[in-house]
């Protein structure tokens, strides 16, 4: 039997009458757009997150495109970023007319490096967006402590990594603003695009209340560049039904990304390097994720066992074709970030796995090891 990479079908069913009333009520009501289930999720949000400011978006893309706007990023300006995360982090600042300057990461957690962060800071440099890959935040009290000093702001990319924690407090509250992302794959999905942006900051926040609707302070009353950065009111019911069950699947996803670990460690003998989930912070495991010496080999060993793998990301940012050209990076500059691009492996990891499928996953990966 093929085993999904992600099963939102067996998540569906678990909420479908929950979810089927939300949605039929907004289909009667028709209050598509700006229905009061967009201030209902925001709340939520708010609250979950313990950020004072949660405002729904069309996509993480969109959260993050428009704490920048709302910063105002020009052409010219600098951003530092990590060269290991999903296009989108960099696209944006380069959609603003803004230079994405990517540093390296570290082995262990694949987050961005500090040492090479503190060096990347020049007099153009406005603002850091670390990315809590996989869905585990940056040392980000050191982060935000650098950016204090040289007036930088800070956005979180926490499109993988809502309901996770640093020091106790949750990511998508950590900096000056956050952005996350409700895709269907993520850690709390929706059913099409989405995403949300969070700030404590009350200018910040209304802002990009404005940018999200054409930069409209009131109706036909435009005081700003803006865009359609909404989120329809039906997905929103979605996510107000899946924030019910979400604990539950945080702690699931954890349960068996420990059991992963504990399954796998013995195969650190054999060069494989297993999550490493820093002590101060919790991860939400959008991805578990292995390095390996020989991807191409434990790949087609599990396609055979029905076991699906996939590769976040099999290139760094900057030698993506278009990112090469248009926004190189110093030859040397990225030694750890193309290790990783060349040798992570994901694994399916889904709050409704059952522990037969996680058997037969941890078994597949430890026999091509044997
Ligand atoms: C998914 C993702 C995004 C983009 O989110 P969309 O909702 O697909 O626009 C941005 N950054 C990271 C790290 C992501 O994983």
Redesign the pocket.
């Known amino acids: 039997m093929q085993i999904p990479f992600i099963d939102l079908k067996t998540q569906y069913l678990a909420l479908k009458s929950n979810i089927d009333q939300r949605i039929q009520k907004v289909l009667d009501s028709g209050a598509y757009i700006n229905g009061p289930e967009v201030l209902e999720l925001e709340k939520k949000l708010a609250e979950y997150t313990g950020a004072k400011y949660a405002i729904a978006c069309a996509?993480?893309?969109?959260a993050?495109i428009m704490p920048m706007m709302a910063l105002g990023i020009k052409p010219g300006d600098e951003v530092i970023t990590t060269a290991f995360?999903?296009v989108?982090?960099a696209e944006t600042i380069a959609f603003l007319g803004a230079k994405p300057v990517y540093i390296d990461i570290d082995k262990d957690t694949y987050n961005l490096n500090l040492k090479e962060l503190a060096k990347a800071i020049t007099p153009k440099t406005k603002g850091i967006i670390p990315?809590s890959?996989y869905g585990q935040p940056c040392e980000m009290d050191e982060i935000n402590r650098l950016a204090a000093e040289k007036n930088l702001w800070v956005l979180e990319?926490a499109?993988?990594s809502f309901g996770a924690s640093y020091k106790h407090r949750k990511s998508c509250n950590l900096s000056t603003a956050a952005?996350t992302?409700?895709?269907p794959a993520?850690p709390l999905g929706c059913y099409g695009?989405?995403?949300a942006i969070f700030t404590n900051d009350e200018t910040l926040a209304k802002a990009m209340k404005e940018i999200r609707d054409h930069g409209s302070e009131s109706r036909y009353f435009h005081t700003r560049l803006g865009i359609n950065g909404r989120l329809d009111t039906i997905q929103c019911t979605i996510l107000i039904a899946k924030l019910e069950r979400y604990d539950w699947e945080f702690t699931q996803r954890n349960r068996i990304a420990s059991r992963f670990n504990e399954n796998f460690a013995s195969l650190q003998s054999k060069g494989v390097t297993i999550p490493v989930i820093k002590s101060d912070r919790q991860s939400c495991w959008a991805q578990y994720t292995l390095s390996v010496p020989d991807r191409p080999r434990l790949q087609k060993h599990l396609t055979e066992l029905g076991i699906p793998t996939a590769v976040h990301y099999p290139r760094t940012i900057p030698d993506q074709p278009w990112y090469k050209e248009n926004t190189p990076v110093a030859a040397e500059a990225i030694p750890n970030a193309r290790w990783a691009a060349e040798h992570v492996i994901s694994l399916p990891l889904y709050p409704d796995m059952t522990d037969e499928i996680q058997k037969r996953i941890t078994d597949g990966v430890l026999t091509a090891y044997r």
């Open positions: 996509s993480g893309t969109d993050l995360s999903f989108a982090t990315v890959l990319d499109a993988q952005a992302s409700f895709y993520k695009d989405g995403g």
